[in-house]
């Protein structure tokens, strides 16, 4: 190892604190690096300092964005009467691949998990809220993950939209994934999947 | 998608393009250096371009280092009368990590494909048969990866030092892995360890 490059070390330490990469895809990428032309290295790394230094949150959902409000909370075409309650600013990206939702969204930057010190006050439930009274929504769809942790906080929403009897608080169906196989599906999964069964 | 941020689309397009990196993982990453404090992601953009500024191939053994010629050939303690030979720099890496090996290194910078149109004079073999000649080198030992490429590389290697009858040339040996099982062992590989046994 001390026969190495001292900078190439150096490289493949920060990239093995990223999530997902170990030693060897570290190495992997760097090795990459080294030998890709110069420009795509410059590339890289300046899109990683762009990314720290212009990113923020948006005020409104609280998502990930360069202008405030976010585009999605520009976007008059978007309905506004339907709230989709998600953990984290990835799962925007997953629930607009589907094409499905058409209304607006609210991060919570997180989950309830006492075991870690997270409770309602480090969530944005207090913005949620706001959001909610008086104007004019209709539905909140819950869409937290289908956790121990993301259940509770979705409990905790239920609860806390209590107050505002116009707005119907919906949770996304957990069931067995599609083109999964039920043998090797878990008992929790296939527990929901029997529960929340519909007539055909 | 046309709802995300376009500086976190641009990093997750350029970490897309790292070996090993599908859209999710660079998802996760892209979204882990949003979370993480600005210093982080600074070390991460300056080490990179740090490498592509810094890092130069060895005059002598082709392996990547800052000063030249590199600290594996600088040092005297190394036995110069030995010379391994490998692929890339990744696998003087690997090698050293085995502290089995006390001699010098020699990088090819690939091995012999034909069909991706590399032959010799893509490879650094006249460097290596300049370092062998009349340098008091008595063995080489041939370390290019068990493939079809790192066969036909060592053969070549072997027929190339011909000329040179005081110089030993041998082959890493090729059999069953440590670790692992005979009965998941592909066929070529058991051959190999059969033929390749040794008296216990």
């Given at each position: 190892m001390q026969y190495s490059s001292a900078l190439l070390e150096t490289l493949i330490a920060e990239l093995t604190r990223?999530?997902?990469?170990g030693r060897k895809s570290a190495q992997r990428i760097a090795f990459h690096l080294l030998r890709s032309p110069e420009a795509d290295s410059q590339r890289l790394a300046s899109a990683i300092v762009e990314l720290k230094a212009n990113v923020r949150d948006c005020s409104i959902c609280g998502n990930v964005t360069e202008?405030?409000?976010c585009a999605l909370c520009a976007d008059?075409?978007?309905?506004?009467?339907v709230i989709c309650v998600v953990e984290q600013p990835m799962d925007v990206l997953a629930l607009e691949r589907t094409g499905e939702f058409h209304g607006r969204y609210h991060v919570l930057k997180g989950a309830l998990s006492p075991v870690d010190?997270?409770?309602?006050?480090?969530?944005r439930l207090k913005e949620l809220l706001d959001r909610v009274?008086?104007?004019?929504?209709?539905e909140v769809i819950v869409a937290t993950n289908p956790t121990a942790q993301g259940e509770a906080t979705a409990l905790y929403i239920a609860r806390l939209l209590?107050?505002?009897?116009a707005v119907k608080v919906t949770r996304i169906a957990r069931g067995v994934p599609m083109g999964s196989d039920l043998e090797f599906s878990d008992q929790i999964t296939l527990a929901r999947a029997l529960t929340g069964r519909k007539e055909l």
């Open positions: 990223l999530p997902g990469l202008t405030d409000p008059s075409r978007r309905d506004a009467t010190g997270i409770g309602p006050d480090q969530l009274r008086g104007n004019g929504v209709a209590q107050s505002e009897p």
